[in-house]
């Protein structure tokens, strides 16, 4: 079986929710989930939904030969079928090991209780009689399959009616539905299964398992019973140890959940008989258009929506004012940007040190240009006034200017300090054309 593993986490809440006595779909410790019944076209046909789980049985007979040991009565025979369109866990052509516990637990319930009359089967001693089998098919598996299929396999009996037969001599002679009506069966009695999951060693007791409560229960114990409180069979499954307590206290609770359980089967029946009898559609025609021919249905969900206006009201009373400005995060942490106008870099990148003195060096060329061409100016008008020539020098090394006034010795310091300024002026251009 491909079977899906549990996580630990599931598992926790689940056991957690069983503790404070609470389950997945809402229900009490010992409810039931909700049960239908619906029949098919022909006699036998049954679908059984018991929450998500549904289950369909099919009863047909034929003539055979009886037992050698018992030559006045006739057979039943039981088939359960696990197909992987009820569940990923379930192959598809092998016999696993929990359909074969399912087939003997259902032969136990309601061929060794004895609730159909067998010897109403026979038609000739030791040569023919009737053999009933019932195929039971797990559509949907979400859990408690036991009690769908022994519901819907002693319904689907309830239901079924075999043709009736004339016998002349050695001869047989099977009617077809249109030449005699058909017959029921003989049932004595209505056995249904009630499943109890034991957790934590018998702590906690649920009535109805789902999927996932299986999964993480310690024990199981099914009791079939009949609506006169006579128990048919009785087994349990699992290392849980119960005791005499336990098992009395299930096997009251299982009578009162029976009787409800019969009744709702007897009510389907004659709301079958009562609608076939007037003609009306019933089995598949009347599936179709309430959609009960889906595996997986969805079910609507109720919403109260008579107070929205008043509760909606008061949310936006009681609800608080939202501030009128929001504050831009402040990030006071190295390497963090913050966001927002006004607020301090808080990178942790300081400024290098390299762009302060080339903003100074920048200041500084533009001062010495500044004055260089005032005394420039300045040269010019003295020029003009003195009218004589001027004659530069100039060395390709280093590249300095002289200006040599020949008209009077005594103006020398002052035409070497004008030279040593155009030296300055001519290292500053050459800076800037650098």
């Given at each position: 079986m491909k079977d899906t593993p549990l996580s630990n986490c599931e598992r926790q809440f689940l056991l957690k929710a069983i503790e404070e006595k609470r389950r997945l779909d809402g229900r009490q410790t010992?409810?039931?989930r909700k049960m239908k019944i619906t029949f098919g076209t022909d006699y036998g046909c049954c679908f059984v939904d018991l929450g998500k789980t549904r289950v369909m049985a099919q009863v047909s007979c034929e003539l055979v030969a009886p037992k050698e040991s018992r030559p006045n009565e006739?057979?039943?025979?039981?088939?359960i079928e696990l197909s992987p369109m009820a569940s990923p866990a379930?192959?598809?052509?092998?016999?696993?090991?929990?359909?074969?516990?399912?087939?003997?637990?259902?032969?136990?319930?309601?061929?060794?209780s004895k609730c159909i009359d067998t010897e109403s089967l026979c038609v000739v001693s030791g040569v023919k009689v009737w053999q009933i089998r019932v195929d039971v098919h797990m559509l949907n598996h979400d859990g408690n399959?036991?009690?769908?299929?022994?519901?819907?396999?002693?319904?689907?009996?309830?239901?079924?009616?075999?043709?009736?037969?004339?016998?002349?001599g050695e001869d047989v002679t099977v009617y077809s539905p249109e030449e005699r009506e058909p017959i029921p069966l003989s049932v004595y009695h209505m056995p249904i299964s009630v499943s109890f999951s034991f957790f934590q060693q018998g702590t906690y007791l649920?009535?109805?398992?789902?999927?996932?409560?299986e999964r993480v229960m310690d024990g199981l114990l099914m009791i079939a019973m009949n609506k006169h409180r006579e128990i048919c069979s009785i087994q349990s499954s699992g290392g849980v140890m119960l005791l005499k307590q336990q098992v009395m206290r299930c096997s009251k609770i299982a009578s009162v959940k029976v009787s409800e359980v019969t009744e709702l089967i007897s009510k389907a029946l004659d709301n079958d008989k009562r609608a076939r009898k007037a003609g009306g559609r019933c089995g598949f025609a009347e599936s179709m258009p309430q959609e009960r021919i889906t595996t997986l249905k969805m079910e609507e969900t109720p919403v109260e929506m008579t107070d929205v206006t008043d509760r909606a009201h008061d949310i936006i009373q009681n609800a608080k004012a939202p501030p009128q400005t929001v504050p831009s995060p402040v990030v006071p942490l190295p390497g963090v940007g913050q966001v927002g106008q006004g607020l301090q870099n808080?990178?942790?990148?300081?400024?290098?040190?390299?762009?302060?003195?080339?903003?100074?060096d920048n200041s500084d060329e533009e001062q010495e240009e500044e004055v260089t061409k005032m005394e420039e100016e300045q040269q010019?008008?003295?020029?003009?006034?003195?009218?004589?020539?001027?004659?530069?020098?100039?060395?390709?090394?280093?590249?300095?200017?002289?200006?040599?006034h020949p008209e009077t010795a005594d103006k020398a310091p002052r035409i070497a300090g004008s030279s040593s300024h155009q030296k300055g002026v001519a290292t500053s251009k050459k800076r800037q054309k650098k």
């Open positions: 010992y409810d039931y006739g057979m039943l025979f039981f088939n379930f192959e598809q052509g092998r016999q696993s090991e929990l359909s074969v516990k399912l087939n003997r637990q259902l032969e136990r319930c309601l061929r060794n399959l036991m009690d769908a299929a022994s519901i819907a396999a002693i319904t689907a009996l309830c239901h079924f009616r075999r043709p009736d037969v004339g016998v002349q649920l009535v109805d398992p789902c999927e996932r409560e808080t990178w942790g990148l300081e400024e290098d040190e390299g762009e302060e003195p080339e903003a100074d010019r008008d003295k020029q003009e006034e003195s009218g004589g020539d001027v004659v530069e020098i100039s060395d390709s090394e280093e590249e300095e200017v002289v200006i040599l």
